[in-house]
């Protein structure tokens, strides 16, 4: 059983910074494309970012390019989204996700329970 905790979130004012990190067990992750999504109140899940199990390639969404950074701490197998300049529209729950397969993945396998942002104006 694949298990993904996320933490990090919480309250923030427009302009500060949150680091959101998601902790993996049951399976190790080494070799996982982990990504990150959003929901935010009354809209469905979107993309955020994603990174290869290599750590070498990454994706962010335009919304939260320059400001998100996706990163991956190989020897806990923990990704992390540093979030920069946060904006009111970046309010959402944040979930952290892995699959394997080919890059890039369509679609993940592994998800976890979510952890909410709040980005106050």
């Known amino acids: 059983q694949v298990q993904l905790v996320e933490s990090g979130g919480g309250l923030v004012q427009a302009g500060g910074s949150l680091r959101l990190s998601c902790t993996a067990s049951?399976?190790?992750?080494?070799?996982?494309?982990m990504g990150w999504f959003r929901q935010a109140p009354g809209k469905e899940r979107e993309f955020v970012a994603r990174i290869h199990w290599t750590g070498a390639i990454t994706t962010y969404a335009d919304s939260v390019k320059g400001r998100f950074h996706i990163s991956k701490d190989n020897a806990k197998n923990t990704p992390y989204l540093q979030m920069n300049s946060l904006k009111p529209e970046d309010t959402a729950v944040y979930y952290c996700a892995a699959v394997t397969g080919r890059w890039p993945p369509g679609t993940y396998d592994y998800w976890g329970q979510g952890t909410p942002v709040t980005v106050s104006s």
């Open positions: 049951g399976r190790t992750f080494s070799s996982y494309i």
